[in-house]
């Protein structure tokens, strides 16, 4: 009878979720044509508290995502709420470059004549959505500022720490050929980040529509959609808390990076903490299509998007797609098989 | 007229293969040609044939990615190996038939280099041809299997047709184990066939893999069924038995010359001709038995030969008996003679049937096996016992002849060197003997051994009159020669005579057994004289200088095999089936068990599958979004329509655009799994009443069926009404 209560609420509760889901896409989709793929699982990092590195070519638009993205969220805390001393920034942008210090990230304290004491000026890392675009130009003493922020939520100045808000959301963007004077990310700094995306040039319909429609999206409409950032939190927890994940797709996950640790071509396999990760990204994703559980749909979905980064692949092997196509088919399987099998409910 | 290789010859074709690769395949095609060739030519003349494609296609495989000759268009290489070998089997023919190669080299050598040019230029060019079509173009290797192919079945057939044990090693093996040869010769033929398999396998075309492979199985599969229906084809490439000095007997075609009968190939010597089952005992004084088919003893103005006057040599018997025959002729000296029963099985066609010295009766025999006797026959012959005393002071001829039959039997060249030459040989002779017949004759032979020298090289062929040729100039012949000789001079001296044409076996050959094989190399002509009250009495000429080796090894297991087979008695059939193994094996049992089973698991299958069909219905409410699903699963498998591997349900259903249905039952199915959709057991009471659940769910499976009814053809819709096990696909 529990399960009849749960049932009852699940589905008001998910519907608001997922109406949020619903808007949020749509606001970026209004602004950047011909990215649905990317804008979903932006939106589902967003949602999953997750980070997203987009590695694509200039002029791709990444800035437009962020921005719209950014631009979608008000902030409608109470005024009077004392969590923030100044007003967080819906967009920011920051760009790396070689000469960048972490103090320009994260702010630092300012000598106040005034008050005759020092008194921290916020950096650009205070906003809901930052963008970090191409943050491998930068030496690795702000890439690990940043990515120390981006893992703890906080930012740590002369040991006061200021805490960043719940929603703090970073795209990271780099450029996968123009590699001369970067500074590569190590596998464990990826590791931060929930999706690594590799965007293709969008289609020809979808630029010819770009061409079309560049100038009604420049002028900032009345009509755009807009979502609260309480909203956000509170869809959040609301999926978090009922979309139901399976044990069988829990051990699905399990056997699937058991079977590509242990494949040859792989020298390094990934971690449990992406295994963590990528739940609340699942919950979303199955939020998003009107689920209140967790299918294999999601599964095949998200893994390779949650998984490219993470693994290391042994010499002369490039195609990780396939790699992880192998080693997804028996426990798939295996999946698919399970629900065959006679479960009899125990008595009462 | 230089071009390039079309292009879409492909690079893997152009790449040179690999070396073992081309090795094995040069050697099976090779050997291809080795089999081939072995009933055709000489020892030398296959060998050269197995080193001249061997060659060949090694050759083409290293070169043809580089050699200029090879950019030429593939019917220009083919024919201008067409024009070479033409030049080659002229030039062949012409060392053959060259009397000034002949009389340097020798006959038979000229005739052995020959053989050798024109089959080491036959098999290259065959290994070229399919080597170069192999390589070019995507059907090449369909006919380098067929070559292959049917070298082996026409070796087959011709060995089907009375070539019982050659190769001899291959048939005297499996003849002695009681297998039959063709048996063995068909598993040769089905390594080879293996053999061009794995070479296919190691190709790494893909595409055009699959395509060779069922060439080949179609391949294999006609001819197993073309045997099975048909029976093995039968050519005619046997009458050619190349028997030493005796060729006339054997087949009908020869020429009218019995010293014209084509090179003495001492290779066929030692294949069998008849098998011969004494029913009584009798072990001849001479050391040999004589079996006679025909006698030459009409002189046609240039020699002698098969009497056309009825009344002459009525002993013999020229056709095979359908009802008894009687030997028309009486046989005198009934009372030194002795009745001696042999049944007689011929391996070989023969134009008249043969008997032990002086048959009487031939009757037909029942042939116990069509495919290994062409003609089975049972003679009685009277066999002379009489010792030395009794031929001595003997007349010559017969007091009942008419003066027409003395003159036929006396007749002879007009030579006056025979009459001079036999006078002096008997000038020697005592007085009380000079004018017996039997002692003439025993000088003459007596000569003949001494000085008489034994070849089988053939150099009197041609001459007016080859006895004359060879009594008068080198001594040097065989049989033939050393029997015409003897006759003309017996003649010449006033006592009938003539040759007698057959087999001679010594009689160690019978080993203490009731059997004797008959051998190509026993194929002999002897003279013999006609005694007063005897009848013909062989007195035949044993050379004692020889220039050829013409012993053999006795094969007594053959002789025994043959014998058993001809016998046809219990004890062989006791043997086949203790060979066949235990009867309850048979290939009926084991067919009728297989067609049991199968029948037994085609049923079974058709009832689970009502089963799983059916379940549904009865099963608990619990249960339903289980025991649905999987009909519905096993529905679409008897459409063929499967879940892939590794494939999610959702992606299954997604992939199925055609039916809706589905995706609504894997929907409900998902949702209503415990432990996927809902949270934990006993999700299924959310969507209502069990009777409710299962109406939605029969709902959807009718959807199903309507929506498959309308999507797949009717042949596939009644193709799954008869699938009997669905349930084995689907998952």
Redesign the interface.
């Known amino acids: 009878m529990q399960v009849m209560e749960a049932e009852a609420t699940t589905v008001p509760a998910l519907n608001a979720a997922s109406r949020v889901l619903q808007r949020l896409t749509q606001a970026v989709r209004a602004q950047v044509i011909g990215r649905d793929d990317v804008i979903d699982l932006t939106v589902i990092a967003l949602m999953a508290d997750g980070h997203v590195l987009l590695e694509d070519f200039p002029g791709s638009g990444k800035t437009t995502l962020a921005k719209a993205l950014g631009e979608a969220i008000v902030d409608d805390q109470a005024p009077d709420s004392s969590e923030h001393t100044v007003p967080i920034a819906a967009f920011r942008r920051i760009q790396f470059t070689p000469d960048l210090l972490p103090s320009d990230v994260t702010g630092s304290p300012v000598f106040d004549t005034n008050s005759n004491s020092f008194h921290f000026r916020h950096g650009p890392i205070f906003a809901h959505v930052v963008l970090a675009d191409e943050i491998n130009r930068t030496s690795p003493k702000v890439q690990s500022a940043m990515l120390e922020a981006m893992g703890e939520k906080q930012v740590t100045v002369d040991n006061i720490t200021y805490p960043l808000d719940p929603l703090f959301f970073v795209i990271a963007t780099q450029n996968p050929l123009d590699l001369v004077g970067t500074y590569p990310l190590p596998t464990p700094q990826l590791d931060r980040f929930l999706f690594k995306i590799t965007m293709s040039h969008i289609d020809r319909d979808a630029e010819l529509a770009v061409l079309d429609t560049w100038q009604q999206r420049r002028e900032p409409g009345a009509d755009r959609i807009r979502v609260g950032r309480n909203e956000i939190i509170n869809a959040r927890r609301d999926i978090d808390q009922h979309v139901y994940i399976a044990d069988a797709i829990k051990s699905t996950l399990v056997d699937i990076s058991r079977a590509l640790r242990a494949d040859e071509r792989v020298l390094q396999g990934n971690s449990t903490r992406s295994l963590v990760l990528i739940l609340p990204a699942l919950q979303v994703l199955a939020a998003l299509r009107g689920r209140n559980y967790v299918n294999a749909d999601d599964l095949e979905m998200l893994l390779p998007h949650v998984l490219a980064h993470r693994v290391e692949l042994a010499p002369g092997v490039a195609d990780f797609n396939r790699v992880l196509r192998d080693c997804m088919r028996e426990p798939l399987e295996q999946l698919a098989r399970s629900t065959l099998k006679a479960h009899y409910p125990s008595a009462g | 007229m230089i071009e390039k290789i079309p292009e879409n010859s492909g690079s893997a074709r152009a790449a040179r293969p690999r070396a073992p690769q081309s090795v094995i395949r040069a050697s099976i095609l090779a050997i291809a040609c080795w089999v081939l060739s072995t009933p055709l030519t000489t020892v030398a003349g296959s060998a050269a044939a197995l080193s001249g494609c061997l060659m060949a296609c090694l050759w083409l495989d290293r070169l043809h990615a580089q050699a200029r000759l090879f950019r030429l268009r593939t019917p220009l290489i083919v024919l201008s190996l067409v024009i070479v070998l033409a030049l080659g089997a002229a030039v062949a023919n012409w060392l053959t038939s060259s009397s000034a190669f002949a009389q340097t080299l020798g006959a038979m050598v000229s005739y052995q280099l020959g053989q050798m040019l024109f089959w080491l230029l036959l098999a290259a060019g065959i290994g070229l041809t399919l080597r170069l079509l192999a390589r070019r173009h995507s059907w090449g290797s369909i006919p380098e299997l067929l070559f292959v192919a049917s070298a082996f079945v026409i070796t087959l057939a011709a060995h089907q047709r009375g070539m019982i044990d050659r190769p001899y090693f291959i048939g005297d093996f499996a003849l002695i184990r009681g297998i039959d040869p063709s048996s063995i010769l068909m598993a040769i033929g089905v390594i080879a066939v293996l053999a061009l398999a794995v070479l296919l396998m190691m190709e790494n075309n893909h595409k055009r893999l699959p395509y060779h492979f069922s060439v080949l199985a179609v391949l294999c599969f006609s001819l197993l069924a073309y045997v099975q229906f048909f029976g093995m084809p039968t050519p005619s490439l046997t009458d050619d038995l190349g028997l030493t000095g005796q060729a006339a007997a054997g087949g009908g075609s020869q020429s009218d010359n019995p010293f014209r009968d084509g090179e003495n190939d001492a290779s066929d010597r030692e294949a069998p001709v008849a098998i011969v089952l004494f029913r009584d005992d009798y072990e001849p004084d001479s050391g040999a038995y004589y079996f006679r088919e025909s006698a030459y003893s009409q002189f046609n103005g240039t020699l002698l030969w098969t009497a056309e006057d009825d009344s002459l040599d009525q002993d013999l018997v020229s056709e095979f008996p359908s009802s008894p025959i009687e030997v028309t002729e009486q046989i005198p000296a009934r009372d030194q003679r002795r009745s001696v029963t042999t049944t007689i099985g011929l391996l070989t066609p023969h134009r008249s049937p043969f008997g032990l010295d002086a048959p009487v009766r031939f009757e037909r025999a029942p042939n116990p096996n069509s495919l290994r006797f062409r003609q089975t026959y049972t003679v009685e012959s009277l066999v002379p016992e009489f010792e030395f005393p009794d031929l001595i002071g003997r007349q010559a001829g017969s007091p009942d002849w008419t003066v027409a039959q003395w003159t036929e039997y006396l007749e002879m060249p007009d030579d006056p060197r025979y009459g001079e030459f036999g006078r002096e040989l008997i000038a020697n002779l005592r007085p009380e003997f000079a004018d017996d017949p039997y002692a003439k004759a025993l000088a003459v032979k007596d000569w003949l051994d001494t000085n008489g020298i034994y070849s089988l090289a053939n150099e009197h062929a041609y001459a007016t009159d080859p006895a004359a040729s060879f009594l008068f100039g080198d001594m040097t012949g065989y049989c033939i020669h050393f029997a015409y000789a003897a006759t003309y001079l017996y003649r010449s001296l006033g006592i009938p005579a003539r040759v007698g044409v057959g087999y001679s076996v010594p009689s160690a050959n019978r080993a203490g057994g009731s059997a004797l094989l008959i051998q190509a190399v026993h194929g002999h002509a002897w003279p013999e004289i006609y005694l007063q009250d005897l009848g013909w009495v062989i007195v035949d000429p044993t050379p004692s200088q020889t220039l050829v080796d013409m012993s053999t090894d006795p094969q007594d297991s053959l002789q025994q095999m043959l014998a058993d087979m001809l016998r046809d008695d219990a004890a062989f059939e006791a043997f086949l089936q203790d060979q066949a193994g235990d009867s309850r094996w048979s290939l009926e049992n084991l067919i009728r068990a297989i067609v049991t089973l199968a029948i037994a698991l085609l049923i079974a299958a058709f009832l689970i599958r009502v089963y799983r069909a059916q379940i549904p219905t009865l099963g608990s409410a619990?249960?339903q979004?289980?025991l649905q699903?999987?009909a519905a699963l096993d529905t679409l498998a008897a459409f063929g329509i499967v879940?892939r591997?590794?494939?999610?349900?959702?992606?299954?259903a997604r992939r199925l655009t055609a039916l809706p249905a589905f995706t609504e039952l894997t929907g409900q199915?998902?949702?209503g799994?415990?432990?996927?959709?809902?949270?934990?057991?006993?999700?299924?009471?959310?969507t209502g009443s069990g009777a409710d659940e299962k109406q939605v769910w029969q709902q959807l499976r009718t959807e199903l069926q309507r929506e498959l009814a309308t999507s797949q053809p009717p042949w596939r819709r009644a193709l799954a009404m008869v699938h009997p096990a669905p349930w084995l696909a689907s998952?």
């Open positions: 619990q249960q979004y289980r699903y999987r879940r591997h590794g494939e999610s349900r959702e992606a299954f199915h998902l949702r799994a415990p432990g996927y959709g809902l949270a934990p057991a006993g999700a299924w009471q959310a998952r």
